[in-house]
């Protein structure tokens, strides 16, 4: 257990209806980054904050995807009218980063199936 | 962030030491290596990194050669539950004064330990 959290672990929705998942960061750290992982390849970025400001999205993420981080502690992913094809693992990592270093811990996702 | 190469896969004894290679010819000055592994179907759980110097904590040592373009995760003694995906990423600010730490994760090894 790294101390971060996600909930819910598992979800499964039908195409069109919108999910959102919740991941509640390892208490001091000031980062947390979103990920999307699909069967057999590595995680890939989606979008990142440092506190409450979100600092980069990656072209991955689509304009009904969307993140918060309100009060720069836990954050929330929805996925608005989802597709089959948002069906992956959705992962939350936190770090704590200062002097230009960091080490990111990640959560244990959370498994999204669109049927 | 440095592209990366690792063997597709790799075999090891139980009670063995797992030797895996990463080659990172492309990293640059202020990138740090980092590695994690992942179970099936669990987050990916931080190892170990560096920068220049060989490391060792609790889980492995990561031997990274002088000119930097290549690095191996050692595993002393492999057991059953060592058994997972490594990823070996280079990380760090992109260009001068950049502060994105996004991990950039390839397909890893996977690590079958055998008894």
């Known amino acids: 257990d790294t101390g971060v959290s996600q909930n819910p672990r598992h979800k499964i929705t039908k195409r069109g209806q919108n999910v959102t998942f919740r991941c509640d960061p390892i208490s001091e750290h000031n980062r947390l980054y979103w990920y999307r992982q699909t069967l057999g390849q590595g995680p890939e970025f989606l979008t990142y904050?440092?506190?409450?400001?979100?600092?980069?999205k990656s072209r991955l993420l689509s304009d009904r995807f969307s993140a918060e981080r309100p009060k720069g502690s836990f954050s929330t992913l929805e996925i608005q009218r989802t597709e089959q094809g948002d069906s992956a693992m959705y992962l939350c990592a936190s770090s704590y980063y200062r002097d230009r270093q960091e080490t990111q811990y990640f959560g244990p996702g959370t498994r999204l199936l669109v049927l | 962030d440095a592209k990366t190469t690792q063997p597709t896969s790799m075999d090891c004894a139980e009670g063995r030491a797992a030797n895996l290679p990463c080659n990172h010819s492309t990293i640059s000055g202020n990138e740090y290596v980092y590695w994690y592994r992942q179970i099936h179907s669990q987050g990916p759980q931080y190892i170990i990194h560096?920068?220049?110097n060989n490391e060792t904590n609790e889980m492995a040592s990561l031997i990274i050669t002088e000119d930097r373009k290549s690095s191996t995760l050692i595993l002393p003694h492999a057991t059953l539950r060592d058994t997972a995906v490594y990823y070996c990423?280079?990380?760090?600010?992109?260009?001068?004064?950049?502060?994105?730490?996004?991990?950039?994760f390839g397909k890893g090894t996977l690590l079958t330990v055998n008894p």
């Open positions: 560096g920068l220049k």
């Open positions: 904050f440092q506190n409450e400001a979100q600092l980069e």
């Open positions: 990423i280079g990380q760090g600010p992109l260009g001068s004064g950049g502060s994105n730490y996004k991990l950039t």
